[in-house]
């Protein structure tokens, strides 16, 4: 052998045991770093022809188990979507407080029934009926208090999934910009360790907001998209785009998060509608549009059943009653009926007319049965039947009834064993006209119409809905032109439309607008963007007749409380019973009668029906009953969702210490290698300075 060829074999010596000295370094300087893979040296001998010619790198190689790498990947998703799952369910748990406390809303239900109690005993105590006003005003404030904060969490989802989607945007720019390095690297035989593993590291934390599918390109590339495909980074990178609302209420229609690509040279981003809401499956984001879209407003729409059943049993009961004195005039909310509307009543009411004693000055009993189809045939006969010392009139949907003589007083009751009905409501109650609660959106939406009615609405009039899933993600819309005279006619219409691909629309057997998934598309919900459509003098838009969309069942909470001229005057509180056998100029009225406040003190055990609300079955139960159920389905939703964050979190934690014992750090065993790599560093450069003492010694001979 040469001298010349020992010097380069010396060198080649050198560089390489440098280089794995250099790798040794960054293993043991990272021991304690998470996520970490220790790095190893592949050495092979240097070959010219038939010559071994030193020893150089073959590569440098993270020691990971790919397979246990996408494992942890997909358990790092799911535990940090149920952790922030947890989180936000705890929060509603701290917000509920303890079902014995008196500020939760069982004990606010209790309170109410207890004040309704004790008033029952002495209906003439103005003190015991303050004391009940305040009590439902105090079930008012906490459910609506309640329901604010869901929309304000809802509100905290929105902004955390714009900083989730900024941290990825920015993770996605990091990989995007490594891997032309770590190529670069592999193919010129340079140590592309050190980059794999940063990359490695913004892959990890990306996996714990998105879930992840990377495949290998070759020469150390990764193409990184969502377990669906969606691409992030490849030929060309993708980059979110999401605008989250300033403000957020039950009607809030979210955008949704756009995947757009980059092009490579000029930096453009190219317009798209792909979007990725639909498509996650795990990670932070998952789990806040989990619960912005769907756990959250499920929430919202279980109390807002909860706070319409309170509003209706109670106002059911007080329209049934009188108060001493009655008042001059009753007053409904607007019904979006017109005067030429079939009334579609059955049974029978009374409509009385009594002086300040509570003597009968006139009445009427009205046979819907009998009475003409219309509601304008029904107010003529209530007038001509009152005989001039009342009026019966609808103006602009609100009907009213008023006595003639400033000193007399107005009453509507039901007559006992054949009471009348439209939609399961007396007339009294489906008009509202004796209401003792109210709130920023009726308790109710049974409307009591049929489809061969007249549909009352404007002609040219617009109303635009949208269908989306069960997460919230758009399926299809439809600009709805009013046309045609009947709610069949509207009905065909919105059946003959794009909506229909995903459901039927129909009338409900008491006027509900119903839209029922079709087979195998799971449930659907309806959300109206914009609504031009006007119901005749009523001026009501279609979707206010029908509260088409969740959020008017959640908006039953809001602005729950007694109704004002209640509030104000505590003696306009009904609850006495009117009597039906008295004749004009007896009493029909007494003072310390109890009936009524003893109806009201009985909605305690009374049974209603509850629709279907979120993760709460179609049900029968009291107002106490109900409010257990829905405290319990909370509880179970907390509770499944830490169980599930601590069972992922657990998954996570034993896949990550399978691979940390085969990607982790041995300090003996780094020890160990950096006294070998050392030592072989000793030898080469003890060749090298023999190489130059040979060299030397012939110098001297020469």
């Not at 941290?167 to 010129?188: D, G, H, V």
Request: a negative charge; aromatic letters at 4%; zero cysteines.
């Amino acid at each position: 052998m040469s001298i010349n060829a020992i010097i380069s074999n010396s060198l080649t010596g050198l560089f390489t045991n440098q280089a794995a000295l250099r790798v040794t370094s960054s293993n043991i300087a990272n021991i304690n770093t998470p996520g970490y893979a220790r790095q190893i040296i592949q050495q092979e001998a240097i070959v010219n022809g038939s010559t071994m010619g030193g020893v150089r790198i073959s590569d440098i190689i993270r020691v990971v188990d790919k397979f246990l790498v996408k494992a942890t990947y997909d358990a790092n998703a799911d535990y940090s979507r149920y952790e922030v799952e947890n989180t936000f369910h705890s929060r509603i748990q701290s917000l509920l407080g303890r079902p014995d406390q008196n500020n939760s809303l069982s004990g606010r239900i209790d309170e109410v029934f207890s004040s309704l109690s004790e008033m029952a005993l002495n209906p003439l105590s103005i003190i015991l009926k303050e004391s009940a006003l305040s009590s439902i005003n105090g079930f008012g404030d906490e459910i609506g208090g309640l329901a604010s904060k869901i929309q304000d969490m809802r509100l905290d989802a929105s902004n955390q999934i714009a900083e989730q989607v900024d941290r990825i945007n920015a993770l996605t720019l990091r990989i995007e910009s490594l891997n032309p390095l770590i190529i670069r690297e592999t193919l010129t035989g340079g140590e592309p360790g050190a980059l794999i593993e940063t990359r490695a590291q913004a892959l990890s934390e990306l996996s714990t907001i998105i879930d992840l599918n990377i495949t290998d390109s070759g020469n150390n590339n990764i193409h990184v998209a969502t377990s669906t495909g969606i691409s992030l980074v490849g030929a060309t990178r993708s980059l979110l785009k999401y605008s989250p609302p300033g403000l957020v209420n039950s009607s809030t229609l979210f955008s949704q998060i756009i995947v757009h690509e980059v092009d490579n040279v000029s930096g453009v981003v190219r317009p798209s509608n792909t979007a990725l809401d639909g498509d996650l499956r795990g990670g932070t984001l998952k789990g806040l549009l989990n619960l912005r879209d769907k756990d959250l407003p499920e929430i919202a729409l279980q109390l807002g059943s909860m706070a319409s059943g309170f509003a209706d049993e109670l106002n059911r009961v007080h329209n049934m009653n009188v108060a001493v004195p009655t008042p001059n005039n009753l007053e409904g909310i607007n019904s979006g009926l017109l005067i030429s509307d079939n009334h579609n009543f059955t049974g029978e009411a009374v409509f009385a007319i009594t002086d300040a004693n509570g003597d009968l000055v006139s009445k009427v009993n009205i046979d819907f049965g009998v009475t003409g189809p219309s509601i304008g045939a029904v107010i003529a006969a209530v007038n001509a039947g009152l005989g001039g010392a009342g009026t019966l009139s609808l103006t602009n949907g609100v009907m009213s009834l008023t006595a003639s003589s400033g000193t007399n007083g107005v009453s509507i009751s039901q007559v006992d064993g054949n009471e009348s009905s439209r939609a399961g409501r007396g007339f009294s109650h489906f008009f509202g006209m004796n209401n003792l609660v109210e709130a920023s959106q009726p308790s109710h939406f049974q409307t009591g119409v049929v489809g061969t009615d007249n549909h009352g609405f404007t002609a040219g009039g617009t109303i635009l809905l949208q269908l989306n899933d069960i997460n919230g993600v758009k399926k299809t819309e439809f600009n709805m032109t009013i046309s045609g005279t009947s709610f069949n006619d509207i009905l065909s219409s919105l059946n003959a439309s794009p909506l229909s691909s995903y459901a039927t629309f129909s009338l409900s057997s008491t006027g509900e607008l119903v839209a029922t998934p079709n087979s195998g598309m799971g449930e659907v919900k309806l959300h109206i963007q914009t609504d031009n459509t006007a119901r005749g003098a009523s001026n009501m838009g279609m979707s206010d007749f029908f509260g088409l969309g969740d959020s008017y069942r959640m908006d039953a909470v809001n602005d729950l409380g007694v109704r004002q001229a209640i509030k104000d005057d505590p003696n306009r509180m009904a609850l006495a019973r009117f009597d039906q056998t008295a004749v004009v100029g007896e009493n029909s009225l007494s003072i310390g009668d109890q009936s009524g406040a003893q109806a009201l003190k009985e909605l305690e055990n009374s049974v209603r029906s509850y629709k279907k609300a979120g993760g709460l079955s179609a049900t029968s139960a009291t107002l106490s009953q109900y409010s257990g159920n829905l405290l319990a389905n909370l509880g179970l939703r907390a509770k499944l969702a830490e169980n599930s964050m601590i069972d992922n979190q657990a998954l996570s934690e034993e896949l990550t210490r399978k691979s940390s014992d085969i990607s982790g750090v041995n300090l003996d065993e780094e020890l160990g290698n950096m006294i070998m790599y050392q030592n072989a560093y000793a030898a080469s450069a003890r060749m090298l300075t023999m190489a130059k003492e040979l060299f030397d010694t012939i110098l001297r001979i020469v």
